[in-house]
């Protein structure tokens, strides 16, 4: 699904769009922006634009501790857009109830070339108190992401929106800048709320609207895409359509934003986004995130039992390694005359005296624990003798 939007509610993009900064010389050459807010305020950004300084906030899990915790570093982004937000041309903030579009915002240099081939990537959250009241009518609409220009006349070709999809709050990739009844939903998918999402994009800068022209490729959450509408490549991992407008008069810029369309006043909370790790490079390892290290697997520990507590020669003994953690194999040395694998293992020991068993447990990531006991085996009594009391003694782990 899509929903309309006339060119000048959809200029509202810069009251809550993120502008990016280019890289500088030294970074590496393929690298063209970084926004990742790690100077921990919005210095990378060339355009900042809101009615309130508070509206885009670079903050860190130290400063503000009940915001969600940055995913790409140490600092993040806090964007916002309020009613009174009101954008009414590029650079230009009205900051009053008029009607037209609401924007809080952030965007990069002229970094977006015709006819080039960019990586964009870039992490957003939704907070579960997400309520902006989209509904696809023509005044109620949401843009978390998009690449524009000048002369910023009507809506741009492409943006990453929020919106109803069959019910449900769903991200959605809208071709939108195409002239009327060509609107056209690409991709969606649910939100799920109060989590981080990535996305990364593989874009062809092109006022060229055929196959030959602009196109996307999608990874969400390190998941390539489908496209699900429009002109697509016939395994619908591309979707065609350009990506600069007609009459673009200069590069255009990589925007995340909080930016949305009301005519009236109804808003009673302010819509509210995160960001993190905004990208733009001519590789994919420009635009994601490199990949994090494994966690360290637990490391494992070795712990057994047997019964009978005082076996006797010649009778089977069960051992039980079932409260040893983290274990995926079990290897069993009984006094040296055998080995036994497996969790639970019986064995019988012929004659009495004291046995050393020792179990060593392999975790999954192919660290051991061992653990060593003694067992003392009785001969059986005589007639004459009391039943045996054998102990257990000089247990050693490693």
């Given at each position: 699904?899509?929903?309309?939007?006339?060119?000048?509610?959809?200029?509202?993009?810069?009251?809550?769009?993120?502008?990016?900064?280019?890289?500088?010389?030294?970074?590496?050459?393929?690298?063209?922006?970084?926004?990742?807010?790690?100077?921990?305020?919005?210095?990378?950004?060339?355009?900042?634009?809101?009615?309130?300084?508070?509206?885009?906030?670079?903050?860190?899990?130290?400063?503000?501790?009940?915001?969600?915790?940055?995913?790409?570093?140490?600092?993040?982004?806090?964007?916002?857009?309020?009613?009174?937000?009101?954008?009414?041309?590029?650079?230009?903030?009205?900051?009053?109830?008029?009607?037209?579009?609401?924007?809080?915002?952030?965007?990069?240099?002229?970094?977006?070339?015709?006819?080039?081939?960019?990586?964009?990537?870039?992490?957003?959250?939704?907070?579960?108190?997400?309520?902006?009241?989209?509904?696809?009518?023509?005044?109620?609409?949401?843009?978390?992401?998009?690449?524009?220009?000048?002369?910023?006349?009507?809506?741009?070709?492409?943006s990453f929106d929020i919106?109803?999809?069959?019910?449900?709050?769903?991200f959605m990739l809208d071709?939108?800048?195409?002239?009327?009844?060509?609107?056209?939903?690409?991709?969606?998918?649910?939100?799920?709320?109060?989590?981080?999402?990535?996305?990364?994009?593989?874009?062809?800068?092109?006022?060229?609207?055929?196959?030959?022209?602009?196109?996307?490729?999608?990874?969400?959450?390190?998941?390539?895409?489908?496209?699900?509408?429009?002109?697509?490549?016939?395994?619908?991992?591309?979707?065609?359509?350009?990506?600069?407008?007609?009459?673009?008069?200069?590069?255009?810029?990589?925007?995340?934003n909080t930016y949305f369309?009301?005519?009236?006043?109804?808003?009673?909370?302010?819509?509210?986004?995160?960001?993190?790790?905004?990208?733009?490079?001519?590789?994919?390892?420009?635009?994601?995130?490199?990949?994090?290290?494994?966690?360290?697997?637990?490391?494992?520990?070795?712990?057994?039992?047997?019964?009978?507590?005082?076996?006797?020669?010649?009778?089977?003994?069960?051992?039980?390694?079932?409260?040893?953690?983290?274990?995926?194999?079990?290897?069993?040395?009984?006094?040296?005359?055998?080995?036994?694998?497996?969790?639970?293992?019986?064995?019988?020991?012929?004659?009495?005296?004291?046995?050393?068993?020792?179990?060593?447990?392999?975790?999954?990531?192919?660290?051991?624990?061992?653990?060593?006991?003694?067992?003392?085996?009785?001969?059986?009594?005589?007639?004459?003798?009391?039943?045996?009391?054998?102990?257990?003694?000089?247990?050693?782990?490693?």
């Amino acid at each position: 699904m899509s929903f309309p939007r006339s060119s000048t509610l959809r200029r509202a993009l810069a009251l809550g769009a993120l502008a990016l900064v280019a890289v500088p010389a030294s970074a590496q050459a393929s690298a063209i922006f970084n926004g990742d807010f790690e100077p921990g305020n919005m210095s990378q950004w060339a355009v900042v634009q809101n009615c309130a300084t508070t509206r885009n906030t670079a903050y860190s899990a130290a400063t503000q501790p009940t915001w969600p915790a940055p995913v790409s570093g140490t600092f993040a982004n806090r964007t916002q857009a309020a009613y009174t937000d009101h954008w009414t041309g590029p650079g230009n903030q009205a900051c009053d109830t008029s009607s037209g579009s609401r924007r809080a915002q952030q965007g990069s240099t002229n970094i977006l070339a015709p006819n080039t081939t960019v990586w964009e990537g870039f992490w957003t959250y939704v907070p579960t108190n997400f309520n902006a009241g989209i509904d696809g009518s023509p005044d109620r609409w949401f843009v978390m992401q998009e690449d524009f220009g000048a002369p910023f006349s009507g809506p741009p070709p492409y943006s990453f929106d929020i919106g109803n999809v069959n019910g449900v709050q769903s991200f959605m990739l809208d071709k939108v800048g195409c002239g009327g009844g060509c609107q056209t939903t690409a991709w969606s998918k649910p939100i799920a709320k109060g989590a981080w999402h990535h996305f990364v994009v593989q874009k062809r800068i092109s006022a060229d609207d055929t196959t030959a022209g602009g196109s996307h490729k999608l990874w969400f959450d390190n998941v390539q895409q489908t496209f699900t509408a429009g002109t697509r490549s016939a395994d619908y991992l591309t979707a065609y359509g350009r990506t600069l407008a007609t009459n673009a008069s200069e590069n255009y810029r990589f925007y995340l934003n909080t930016y949305f369309g009301k005519s009236v006043p109804t808003i009673s909370a302010i819509p509210t986004l995160y960001f993190d790790g905004a990208r733009v490079g001519t590789t994919r390892a420009d635009a994601d995130l490199p990949a994090s290290a494994p966690a360290p697997a637990p490391a494992p520990q070795a712990a057994f039992t047997w019964t009978p507590a005082y076996p006797l020669a010649g009778s089977v003994v069960q051992f039980d390694a079932s409260t040893s953690k983290n274990a995926a194999s079990y290897s069993w040395s009984m006094d040296g005359l055998t080995t036994l694998t497996g969790v639970k293992p019986t064995f019988t020991f012929k004659n009495a005296g004291t046995k050393k068993v020792t179990l060593t447990v392999t975790a999954a990531g192919g660290a051991t624990s061992s653990i060593s006991r003694d067992v003392v085996v009785s001969q059986w009594p005589t007639s004459n003798d009391p039943l045996p009391n054998s102990v257990r003694q000089n247990d050693t782990t490693s």
